[in-house]
């Protein structure tokens, strides 16, 4: 059986192997290798390559059009909503326009758009060298519920839809994408025709040309620019809508990261994912440019190592922990609650699964290390549990009698303050339910004064001038993850109140630092396994 050592020192191998192999397929992404011959050849003529039409420079035209039906075979029951004559492919331009909404779409249906870049003066279908792509300008969702002052009655808008249904809330309605992000492939880049790299030969519509192959234009539509933020609700009065076009030039490198990251965030609500939680992902790559993009990934990275670390060695430190000598139990109870209302609130702010899922293995945690502290016991009567609790030795009591001390002291400061920020918030904050308005009161509670419940294990250490108890590891690990949530505090969508939670657990690590240089851990004296430092050192040479 492998060691803790040995199996700490395996996943850590893992990790790295993962790390590099990562580097390794994202290298392969960015750098496509271009056609060999071509260079000795010069004049276009090798075999084997693919050259770009683009090369040609041809006399260009941008086309958008919308329709209800997925294909379109002429210039039928389609409506022409941008038109740019003098397409330059190297000008980046935005232009916002109005689209008429047709009584389909309004009536909960979906509204196409075909962009066409052809060349100038010829409609797009009598243009043999077109290229075109479709994009959806409407999406699905579950519309987010209104909130309501939950002492008067009102809502934010002051008013309701005498339309909308008393189930409509629950169905998904449909939402226009007011915007349109277009990009073109503009590198010369001379592809070898026997090795196309899969992700960009979708995209791709060749022609010969003599005794050449020809790729013309690449044309993208860049679906991770499409934000939750800027979904708008189609109401059956709704006649028209904004539409904003958006175009920039890519190179190939960043085209071909692009359609990777694309394909990942599909796969991700093939699996489940919503659209709000596709969404949390698309954010982490718009909205970061690539450089800090390769930061973020191997900040997550070592914060998923460290999560790991933490979380095993946390457990092993409690399943070997017999007594409760120096530890505050308070504390323990403070942070499990605190842990499950956390999650209780992301949940119900619907927040990503990124965060998510975290915090719901940690509430599990939390949960079993309260039944260590009290020394419970859960025996089965049939279906009804019967709990037991374990008796204190005179140790323990000891630091129970300084547990209690501490709290009583904060008693007087903590409990005014949260319920006078719950009286505070049902006043003047509207929620979508009272449930929403509990949860919310115990969390801003838990973020603003949480940390107050850490005080009184900083006063046990105090009291009794050590911190030989407490799992360094387990904290050495979480402190890491602490300074690395405070880089995705930037990064991933999350309530502020979360956000402001994550600075402030530096201050109580800083703190624990602190109390650590302050009293040195004495190696001869006995641990509540019986053991010593010194006496295990000596096992060890005898």
């Given at each position: 059986m492998l060691s803790r050592s040995s199996f700490t020192s395996l996943v850590v191998g893992v990790f790295a192997v993962y790390v590099a192999h990562t580097c390794w397929v994202m290298y392969g992404i960015v750098y496509t290798r271009p056609c060999p011959a071509a260079a000795a050849a010069g004049d276009g003529a090798a075999g084997g390559c693919v050259w770009p039409y683009l090369a040609r420079r041809p006399k260009l035209q941008l086309s958008v059009y919308t329709t209800t039906r997925s294909s379109i075979g002429a210039e039928s029951n389609i409506d022409l909503v941008l038109n740019v004559e003098d397409f330059d492919i190297e000008s980046k331009f935005e232009r916002t326009v109005n689209v008429s909404v047709p009584k389909k779409t309004r009536n909960n249906g979906t509204l196409y758009a075909f962009i066409f870049l052809h060349h100038a003066?010829?409609?797009?279908?009598?243009?043999?060298?077109?290229?075109?792509?479709?994009?959806?300008?409407?999406?699905?969702?579950?519309?987010?519920?209104?909130?309501?002052?939950?002492?008067?009655?009102?809502?934010?808008?002051?008013?309701?839809?005498?339309?909308?249904?008393?189930n409509a809330l629950d169905e998904p309605v449909s939402h226009w994408r007011s915007k349109l992000t277009l990009n073109?492939?503009?590198?010369?880049?001379?592809?070898?025709?026997?090795?196309?790299?899969?992700?960009?030969?979708?995209?791709?519509?060749?022609?010969?040309?003599?005794?050449?192959?020809?790729?013309?234009?690449?044309?993208f539509i860049d679906q991770l620019s499409n934000r939750v933020k800027d979904l708008m609700v189609i109401n059956r009065s709704t006649t028209e809508l904004p539409l904003t076009v958006s175009y920039d030039k890519i190179s190939l490198g960043k085209l071909r990261f692009w359609i990777h990251m694309q394909d990942a965030v599909y796969s991700l609500q093939q699996f489940g994912f919503s659209e709000k939680d596709a969404d949390e992902v698309k954010g982490i790559f718009v909205d970061t440019n690539l450089y800090f993009l390769a930061l973020t990934f191997f900040v997550a990275a070592f914060h998923l190592l460290f999560d790991f670390l933490a979380f095993k060695n946390d457990i092993s430190f409690w399943k070997k922990k017999r007594s409760m000598i120096g530890m505050s139990t308070k504390a323990v109870l403070w942070r499990c609650f605190s842990t499950v209302v956390i999650f209780l609130f992301l949940l119900d702010e619907q927040t990503s699964l990124l965060v998510l899922i975290p915090a719901g293995i940690g509430a599990v945690i939390e949960l079993w290390k309260v039944k260590k502290a009290l020394k419970m016991t859960i025996r089965w009567q049939g279906l009804r549990p019967k709990f037991q609790f374990g008796a204190y030795n005179d140790s323990e009591k000891k630091t129970e009698e300084y547990d209690a001390q501490a709290m009583k002291y904060l008693s007087y400061l903590l409990y005014p303050l949260c319920i006078g920020g719950a009286g505070y918030s049902l006043l003047n904050v509207k929620y979508k339910s009272w449930y929403s308005w509990l949860i919310n009161s115990f969390v801003n509670g838990v973020y603003a004064f949480g940390f107050l419940f850490m005080l009184p294990q900083l006063f046990v250490n105090y009291k009794m001038k050590s911190v030989a108890h407490l799992p360094w590891k387990a904290f050495t690990y979480k402190a890491f993850n602490t300074f690395i949530d405070d880089i995705f505090a930037f990064i991933i969508t999350m309530p502020t109140s979360h956000r402001l939670a994550c600075f402030r657990d530096d201050v109580v690590f800083l703190v624990y630092l602190y109390q650590r240089w302050l009293y040195p851990v004495d190696k001869s004296r006995v641990n509540e396994y019986g053991e010593s430092y010194e006496e295990k050192l000596k096992k060890k040479s005898s």
């Open positions: 003066g010829i409609l797009p279908w009598h243009d043999g060298k077109q290229v075109h792509i479709v994009s959806p300008l409407t999406t699905y969702m579950i519309p987010k519920p209104e909130e309501i002052n939950l002492l008067t009655g009102e809502s934010a808008t002051q008013q309701i839809e005498a339309e909308k249904q008393p073109v492939m503009v590198e010369d880049f001379v592809f070898d025709g026997s090795s196309l790299p899969a992700d960009v030969h979708r995209y791709m519509k060749m022609v010969q040309l003599g005794k050449t192959v020809h790729y013309l234009p690449i044309l």
